[in-house]
T-cell receptor
Framework: ELKVEQNPLFLSMQEGKNYTIYCNYS?????LYWYRQDPGKSLESLFV?????AVKQEGRLMASLDTKARLSTLHITAAVHDLSATYFC??????????FGPGTRLSVLP | GAGVSQTPSNKVTEKGKYVELRCDPI?????LYWYRQSLGQGPEFLIYFQGTGAADDSGLPNDRFFAVRPEGSVSTLKIQRTERGDSAVYLC??????????????FGQGTRLTVV
């Protein structure tokens, strides 16, 4: 059974600081996704990572994938308040459903 | 429409009643997913359709839950004899047939179901 873990589950950080969120998964998978969710809203796709060593960046967020370690990271650079949200990673195999992690609730404080 | 549309956005029902939740996926997307999200938790898989057929319904919690997608587009999630524990946000997502490039899933705004 595919299981996805994230840490930390809660993260409070100051503006301007850097931090990394970790996503571990239990079995070999084809794709890894990062989503953002604001309170009361749906899930917004951030990144899709398809292969070992994949790295994608958008603004202050950078995601990477190590399939051998079954690990993905979401790195936040010089955080700003607008990044406050819950971040989910999800893992899938081709033709199968997505399995989500529990989420990391990020609060960026001024 | 441009995105995944779910109706209603909110539904309050009495315990024991029957409810239907509708999902209208992005045009041309053959894969459709239903998830359930409780407060403070990650989305929990319910069922996944490829075209008209349920490719994986292993996430449906019991036989009170059923979903259909008769024409391979709109899907309806049906819950019989609702219980208070069914209260959650029900999310629908759609994607193109999985392949090297077309693997992203887009989520709707969800239906918030409250069973009183």
């Amino acid at each position: 059974e595919l299981k996805v873990e994230q840490n930390p589950l809660f993260l409070s950080m100051q503006e301007g600081k850097n931090y990394t969120i970790y996503c571990n998964y239990s079995t070999t998978s084809d794709r890894l996704y990062w989503y953002r969710q604001d309170p009361g809203k749906s899930l917004e796709s951030l990144f899709v990572l398809l292969s070992n060593g994949a790295v994608k960046q958008e603004g202050r967020l950078m995601a990477s994938l190590d399939t051998k370690a079954r690990l993905s990271t979401l790195h936040i650079t010089a955080a700003v308040h607008d990044l406050s949200a819950t971040y989910f990673c999800a893992v899938a195999r081709a033709g199968q459903n997505f399995v989500f992690g529990p989420g990391t609730r990020l609060s960026v404080l001024p | 429409g441009a995105g995944v549309s779910q109706t209603p956005s909110n539904k309050v029902t009495e315990k024991g009643k029957y409810v239907e939740l509708r999902c209208d996926p992005i045009s041309g997307h053959t894969a459709l997913y239903w998830y359930r999200q409780s407060l403070g938790q990650g989305p929990e898989f319910l069922i996944y359709f490829q075209g008209t057929g349920a490719a994986d319904d292993s996430g449906l919690p019991n036989d009170r839950f059923f979903a259909v997608r008769p024409e391979g587009s709109v899907s309806t999630l049906k819950i019989q004899r609702t219980e208070r524990g069914d209260s959650a946000v029900y999310l629908c997502a759609s994607s193109l047939v999985p392949g090297p490039m077309n693997t992203e899933a887009f989520f709707g705004q969800g239906t918030r179901l409250t069973v009183v």
